[in-house]
């Protein structure tokens, strides 16, 4: 009774702002401010707001929402122990018929590499012996008298 009450003021409000709106000749914003004040009375006419306030009101729906909220952070914590490598517990033995081959990459490795290759030596990234090159460029500089 008392949320009816505030919605049909709060409607009131709306619609008597909406003709002082019209008044000044500011048609268009009148009628929006027409439409959103409608949406309160509107609302308890069909009965949303009784639903409403009996949802928020209830303790049963209150525990309800606890135990979905506990659901979720369930689901959420498995999946991120299962993302930091715990979820191996639940592969097929390793002679298994879906084992891998030795040597093959791992899923999602990048193609054309293999997820277990040996590293290599470190800033050598790219490089080429050129020991000889520099042998040839020193003879060409003496030979000019550099």
Same mark, same amino acid.
């Given at each position: 009774m008392l949320t009816s009450t505030v919605c049909a003021a709060v409607s009131a409000g709306g619609l008597g702002i909406a003709l002082l709106t019209a008044y000044r000749k500011r048609f268009l914003a %009148?009628?929006?401010?027409?439409?959103? %004040?409608l949406i309160p009375i509107g609302l308890v006419m069909t009965g949303i707001i009784d639903w409403v306030t009996d949802l928020v009101? /209830? &303790?049963? +729906?209150?525990? @309800?929402f606890g135990v979905l909220a506990l659901s979720a952070l369930l689901? *959420? +914590?498995s999946r991120a122990a299962e993302r930091r490598g715990s979820g191996g517990r639940d592969l097929p033995p390793a002679g298994g018929p879906d084992a891998l081959a030795p040597g093959a990459p791992a899923i999602g490795a990048p193609a054309g590499r293999p997820a277990d290759r &040996? /590293? @290599?030596?470190? @800033?050598?990234?790219?490089?080429?012996?050129t020991g000889g090159e520099f042998d040839d460029i020193e %003879?060409? *500089?003496?030979k000019h008298g550099i």
């Open positions: %009148a009628t929006r401010i027409a439409a959103f %004040a009101f /209830k &303790p049963t +729906v209150w525990a @309800g689901f *959420l +914590v &040996p /590293k @290599g030596r470190s @800033g050598t990234k790219g490089r080429k012996d %003879a060409i *500089l003496k």
